[in-house]
């Protein structure tokens, strides 16, 4: 092709600009128009109108651009309108899946006027961090900045799971890692499947990369290969997993995340959140990563604040295959893990015993408290973590978790999760249930 046809075509999209534009003026007006007639005190965003749009669009469009390219234009189009109907009362302004964010409240860890309490409210190991954990540090060398990607730590843990690597990211809690992953596949516009019961972080996340959630649907507490793949779209690019669930405590089986990544696009990445994977001892649970070696589009995160009892160091991992995890290592921080945390984390992962002392005493006590909760005829949901979930009417719940509080018992109360009609209890020490079981016993006779 010529240079002078080049600039005929370049011409020509010149003119299809100006007509864009034209049209998008007098889009503008009519937007403004219609948010005048609105309601000022109620919100100006119709999110099924906008959905009725772009399958409207989408029928429609016949053109080479892709599907998702459409469907983050015209999300687009719909952030600017709604920034037309809306009176800012200060000139800083965010965008709108930032507005919505509800900021992440973890567990209670504290009563008024109690000096000791039981918590119970935030699945934290009990029983503390391996002994072998020396806490006297050399702090001379805290002038320095840490190893820019835990190469040290990395290694042990490449040796530890028999994995590469230069196939992990570490990350300040695996919630970090969780942020990479949108960070490094998702576009304003673009959605995010996660489970409707899930955990709270895969919302805020979704919401701060600018895309939107699709949620798919539980069953009996329990996501499915069906209700998964029934929220993907032309614009799906991320799906996030927590096997186990964390509040519902299911799990998916090996086969069934086999399943998925054979329904799911090449392009679409799952990330499978593996916070409570240690505490799972069922035959058809993948504790492992073989499933990186099979499909390229998949992270397993995995995190030292569970069973290994690490949360206040913050330090959480991912593995994926190479062309993934080089992605991840562009977004990620040169020093987003410190000295110490490495250090403990290392030390920690050495303890094989520690871990199971810690899995064994989840699962004895446990199997108890649930067996007391039966026998007070409080249902039990089969949860595979480190915590109870227990379902009752409503009011019964809220009794429940006000009383125990009042004895110095905090547990989790699960409306911002979308379960009004449920508690998470996590499993503490031996004596803490068996205190736990005493005041229940009273609340619930």
Not at 153 to 159: F, H, P, S, V, W
Not at 169 to 177: A, F, N, Q
Not at 189 to 209: L, P, Q, R
Not at 298 to 324: N, Q
């Amino acid at each position: 092709m010529s240079k002078k046809e080049i600039e005929i075509l370049r011409d020509e999209i010149n003119k299809l600009d100006n007509q864009l534009l034209d049209i998008l003026d007098k889009r503008s007006y009519v937007v403004t128009k219609i948010g005048k007639l609105k309601n000022p005190l109620k919100s100006v965003i119709d999110e099924n109108r906008e959905g009725l749009i772009l399958n409207r669009i989408l029928s429609l469009y016949k053109g080479k651009y892709s599907k998702d390219s459409i469907i983050r234009i015209w999300r687009e189009l719909f952030e600017a309108s709604s920034k037309l109907q809306i009176n800012f009362l200060s000139p800083i302004i965010t965008k709108r899946s930032i507005e919505k964010i509800s900021i992440y409240k973890g567990g209670k860890s504290k009563i008024k006027g109690a000096k000791k309490i039981i918590k119970l409210s935030s699945n934290e190991n009990p029983f503390g961090p391996s002994n072998k954990i020396d806490s006297n540090f050399d702090i001379r060398s805290l002038n320095k900045y840490p190893e820019i990607s835990g190469h040290t730590l990395r290694k042990e843990l490449a040796k530890f799971h028999k994995i590469e690597a230069e196939q992990i990211v570490l990350g300040c809690g695996s919630d970090e890692t969780l942020l990479f992953a949108a960070l490094s596949f998702c576009q304003s516009g673009d959605e995010i499947i996660h489970s409707e019961n899930g955990f709270a972080m895969y919302s805020i996340i979704t919401k701060i990369v600018g895309s939107v959630s699709k949620l798919a649907k539980e069953i009996n507490y329990k996501l499915t290969v069906k209700s998964i793949c029934d929220q993907l779209t032309p614009a799906t690019k991320l799906i996030y997993i927590a096997n186990p669930n964390n509040p519902t405590g299911s799990y998916l089986s090996k086969t069934e995340i086999k399943a998925i990544m054979l329904k799911i696009p090449k392009n679409v990445i799952l990330v499978l959140d593996g916070a409570y994977a240690e505490y799972v001892e069922k035959d058809d649970y993948d504790a492992g990563f073989s499933l990186v070696k099979e499909f390229e589009n998949v992270i397993i995160t995995r995190t030292f604040s569970k069973a290994y009892g690490l949360a206040g160091i913050r330090l959480g991992w991912c593995y994926s295959g190479t062309k993934v995890s080089s992605i991840l290592n562009r977004v990620k921080g040169p020093f987003n893990t410190n000295t110490i945390a490495q250090k403990i984390a290392i030390i920690s992962l050495q303890d094989k015993n520690h871990i199971k002392m810690v899995v064994n005493e989840n699962r004895k006590n446990k199997e108890w408290f649930e067996n007391e909760l039966s026998n007070l005829n409080i249902k039990v949901i089969p949860s595979y973590a480190n915590f109870s979930l227990i379902e009752s009417n409503e009011e019964m719940i809220i009794k429940i978790a006000e009383n125990l509080e009042k004895e110095g018992i905090i547990v989790r109360q699960l409306h911002s999760y979308n379960l009004p009609k449920c508690l998470r209890i996590s499993i503490g020490t031996m004596k803490d249930m068996k205190k736990t079981i005493k005041f229940l016993k009273v609340i619930c006779g």
